[in-house]
Each structure stands twice: as structure tokens, then as C-alpha cells.
């Protein structure tokens, strides 16, 4: 079996409901992923929740985090988080709700939305610092005392980036280490491997016992062939030595395909026992650590 740690929503046919605009900023958010990644906004764009779920069941994947976002702040965009917990609601063994929260828009304001968030029964949330905030900052602190106060965790964004108006001196994997340095029993998601900042990505979740580190959007194509400096074999040994429990399967989906990264996964020359735990067993031992 398989968990999905890094699956994102928000249009899906059947969910962006018709509208015009929603479609229209799916396609400025994530227009610059097409050409690299060969994916294509319009495809997604005609997927249905239904259509996951029977792509999950093809690939064995039992379950997906669903990844949402809040850039209201720096581009007026947002998935909403009573949306995805309608998805949860509907699919309650397959989807762990994780909604965006954006703090650009006010500490306490954020702090609200955790609890909202909580309140509808998602599991965690996702912070996308690369939009403009420092997320070292002490006064962020509220946010990690609220999702501890509420037994929730975080995914950060750390590692490339190509939306709109988006920073990459705040997308460094360094950062986490300070947050979790403060907060040592939140359970944090670093993803994308941290690409193509791996090394620090993998020395930040050795360090700290509560940081996990998901691969998703790891592009065989990308990341594996032309890149190989970065995400070559020699960072997945290291990390099958060091840090067999740390890492999670994601796909970034619908910018990573499942399927490409589930075979990049099995093709890897690790140990199959290793394999298991970063495609399913490491995901449910970080869930649990929270409940
Ligand atoms: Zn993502």
C-alpha cells in the first residue's frame, strides 16, 4: 500500500464548480509548470474527485493528503478550505485534509484559520512562506503554539519555485531547522525534497526527530536524469542510510505524476524494506505521532 503525502486540489471539474475564475487563476498560479513538467493546466482542469480516487485505486494508493493553498495576500487566490473538507467528509478513509493558511493576511487572522480548519476536520495545514514571509520570524510563533495547541502539523514549501510573485530566499529548507529548534514536537513537512537544495533539506530531517521530508514533483525526466548532481542516486543512498524513516512519498499531483514518481521510487537501487517505508510506512508513523 501507498499514501500520497503531497496531492493537490482545488480543479478538479466537478469541484472548481464551472467558474471562470477559479479556472482562469489554476492557470496564471501553475501556467509556468506545463512546459517542464509536460503537464498540462486544461487536462487537469477536466478531472473529477471520482477521477483520483480510481487513479489512487490503480496505483494502490490508499490515501492522499490534500494539499490546498492561500495566497489571497499576494495574489488573491485561495482554495478553500470548507471545499476540501467536503472532499474529507465525502472520502473519509481515503483524503487527510491539509488547507492553505496564509499569514500575509494577519497573525490573527491566521491563527483563526487554524482553528477553522481544525473545527472542519483537516488534519494539518500548508504554509507557502515563498510568497513573502519569513516564517524564522518570532512572530509567526502563534501560528506553531496554535497548531500544537490543536495536535496539527505543517507542510512547508521549501525548495524550487516557479508561481507568480514568489521569493526564493524564502524557500530555503535552513528555515525549518529554526522553527522546528523552537518547536520541537510539531510535526513539520518539508517537500520537494527541498530540490535542488536537497542536502540541507536531508540534515534539517536528520536533526530534528519531528521534520519529515516529502520527494514529491521529483520529475524522473527532471530531477533524476539531467540533474543528477542534485537528486541522483547518491542523495537517495544517503538518505536510505541516514534517514530510512524520515522521507514520504508525494506526487505533487497534478504537476508530478503518481505513477512516474511511485516507478522512479521502485526502480531506486535501495533496499525494497527501505522503499515500503518511504511509500507508506513512514507516512502512518508520522500521523500517528500526532493522535
Ligand atoms: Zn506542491
Redesign the pocket.
Known sequence: MIIDT?L?VGYEKDYVGGSDERRQWWKTMFCNFEKPYGYSTDEALEMTVDDHLRRMDDLGISKAFL?GIDASAALGFRIDMGDMAKMVRDHPSRFIGVPGIDPMKGVSEAVDDIQRAKDLGHSGVKFFPCFGWDPTDSKYDPLYQKLMDCSMFFVM?VGSQMMPRTRLKYCSPLMIDEVAYRFPDLRIIE?HLGWPWIGDALIVARKNKNVYCDF??LVPKIHIGDVDHTANVGSYRLAEIQLPDKLLFGS?AP?GSQKDIIDMVRALPVAEGVKQKWLYDNAVRFLELGY
Open positions: 503531497h493537490h494539499i514549501h517537500t514529491s514533483g505533487d504537476h
